[in-house]
């Protein structure tokens, strides 16, 4: 007889072969993980989704079966099977597998190609699907061969720890050592450079200047020959502000209306200037323009980088006349989808001291002789301009109006208003004060209405604050806790909501929803993350403006008409 090779200590871990209930479970988190979300998925988000699901699926059920590997040895519980038994049950196992992992995958490429059509973009299709499972399966055979090195790490070092230090001071070094090297090579090897990659990117991007635009030649607008600000210190989006937008001819074309030349006060992120002297050259720009003559100033924040929404620019000077100041800075060279994940505390910084530095100012002036203040914001612009407010009481107590679009789940302000909801309104519209002041849409005839279809009251008094928000939009819906808890918008199951058929899992739908995120801005106006014209009936509204729905239409052309690549 061949000799039988005795395992040494430093051989590590017999871990080199699937184990079943890993398999298993590693299938059936596929399953969900193919399994439409908020948006229609690419190939490779598909194939992230799939491999990070797989690889915690097969990670949970190799534990459950040492553990009753364990207990069974612990029990002397023993379960005898006849070979010819087994292995008919084996097979049948891993067929029915195979065909249920077929099923899944053919039922979620009809129903990955339904929501494409109502969200309007185009499908990935099988080729899409298939191509995304395979990627799928590379990365979970890496993240299995990266975990399976890191065991043998972790074994070869606690028996050489073993042989010096008690079993659980080895163990807790083995640990803690394991970590240390595995987050330093993370960070010295993927994270920083990365973020050197991007900061580099960014910085580069900022200096330069969208195709077409010059410097402005009207006084009231940041940027201009008689601007403290130059123009090129405003950064790309700055510039891209200032330059764009309609002036008093373009509104009184399209209005019929004699018109006002708006106001645009902007402020870059110089060089040696810090947020706060930023928002305090914003207040300098208002100065110089005598903003304050003006019936409404808009205070927007922006995205990190300096970008501000212009349908919300332009519909309140189309709706006004003209007869606006519009005040906005950049924060950050980080692009929006960066700044979401790593620097959320300069979005906060900047609405506040943005907002406190405007409302000072306004504070000085007679009581008489004061515009209405407006607030608005997309994404991390709603995120970062709710920060000036701890409470919604603040909020009604100085705004006039607000829009904010987008809003990410995790603001604070919005998360106060939502668990404050009426009884039996959904999350993903809730019912504040039946409409009083504050209302939430998804989409805009849900400002006259909740998410059901029972009316509010007509509007009659100010303030008037509005959070637009798609039941498609994963930038609203994404938060943290998805790794673990079911959200009430899933649970709630309601109407019109493209999540209506999730089905959560922990840690699958958090990745789901993430990857939802790159091509949030690809669907439809009214999808995923695009909120565009139907801003200007919201903006209308909040305003009280009795503008007719002609009237509402040809604005929406004009600005589409003036629109160009930022």
């Known amino acids: ?16 072969t699937l184990t079943g209930t890993g398999a298993t479970l590693a299938l059936a988190m596929s399953w969900v993980a193919l399994s439409p979300s908020l948006l229609p998925r690419n190939w490779w988000a598909t194939g992230i989704t799939v491999g990070l699901s797989a ?13 009753w590997v364990a207990l069974s040895r612990a029990s002397k519980l023993t379960v005898s099977i006849s070979p010819g038994w087994k292995r008919w049950l084996r097979r049948g196992w891993f067929g029915a597998l195979v065909v249920l992992t077929a099923v899944s995958w053919w039922a979620n490429v009809q129903r990955q ?50 042989l010096v230090l008690p079993g659980w001071l080895a163990l807790l070094t083995t640990v803690s050592t394991v970590t240390l090297i595995v987050v330093l090579l993370a960070r010295g090897a993927v994270i920083l450079p990365l973020l050197d990659e991007i900061t580099k990117a960014a910085a580069a991007s900022n200096g330069v200047t969208g195709s077409g635009r010059q410097p402005p030649v009207e006084p009231e607008r ?16 700055g510039r891209a502000v200032v330059a764009d937008g309609p002036r008093a001819a373009d509104i009184a074309r399209v209005t019929g209306e004699p018109a006002m030349e708006p106001i645009r006060a902007y402020a870059g992120l110089s060089a040696g200037r810090d947020i706060e002297a930023t928002a305090q050259a914003v207040v300098a720009e208002l100065d110089r323009t005598n903003a304050w003559q003006r019936s409404y100033l808009m205070v927007a924040t922006a995205v990190s980088n300096g970008w501000t929404e212009e349908y919300t620019l332009a519909s309140v ?57 407006l607030v608005s914001g997309e994404s991390m612009g709603a995120f970062g301009s709710q920060a000036a407010f701890d409470s919604p009481g603040e909020l009604l107590d100085e705004a006039y109006g607000a829009v904010w679009a987008g809003t990410p789940r995790f603001t604070p302000l919005w998360a106060q208003l939502t668990a404050a909801r009426r009884i039996g309104s959904p999350e993903v519209a809730p019912v504040i004060d039946n409409g009083r002041n504050i209302r939430f849409a998804t989409n805009v005839a849900e400002l006259e209405h909740d998410h059901f279809g029972g009316l509010y009251e007509p509007w009659q008094q100010h303030p008037r604050v509005v959070y637009l928000q798609n039941a498609s939009d ?11 808890r079911e959200p009430d918008w899933m649970r709630e199951q309601t109407s019109n909501q493209s999540g209506a058929t999730m089905t959560w899992m922990p840690w699958v739908t958090f990745w789901q929803i993430t990857l939802d995120m790159p091509d949030a801005l690809t669907p439809q106006a009214g999808q995923g993350h695009q909120y565009q014209s139907e801003l200007i009936p919201v903006w209308n509204a909040v305003l009280g403006h009795p503008a007719s729905d002609a009237e509402l239409a040809a604005i929406a052309q004009a600005i589409n008409a003036s629109l160009v690549p930022r």
């Not at 399966?137 to 890191?150: D, E, M, S």
């Not at 020959?225 to 950064?235: H, Q, R, T, Y």
């Open 317 to 373: 000077e189309y709706l006004t006349r003209g007869d606006v100041a519009s005040a906005s800075m950049q924060y950050s060279f980080l692009p929006s989808g960066v700044a979401y994940v790593i620097d959320r505390s300069s979005a906060a910084e900047a609405g506040r001291d943005l907002w406190q530095a405007i409302y000072q100012r306004w504070l000085q002036l007679p009581a008489d002789h004061r515009p209405k203040l």
């Open 1 to 16: 007889m061949p000799a039988t090779r005795t395992r040494r200590p430093s051989d590590g871990p017999a871990v080199w």
């Open 222 to 237: 940041s940027g201009s020959a008689a601007s403290n600000e130059s123009w090129e210190s405003l950064g790309r989006q």
């Open 55 to 67: 690889i915690v699926g097969y990670a949970v059920g190799t534990l459950v079966q040492a553990g």
């Open 113 to 162: 190609q339904g929501l494409a059509t109502s969200v309007g973009v185009s499908s990935a299709g099988w080729r899409g699907q298939s191509l995304g499972l395979l990627l799928g399966i590379v990365i979970f055979a890496v993240l299995l061969g990266a975990g399976r090195t890191t065991l043998w790490i972790a074994h070869l070092i606690g028996h050489r720890l073993r």
């Open 474 to 484: 994963p930038v609203v819906w994404w938060s943290a806790d998805l790794l673990w």
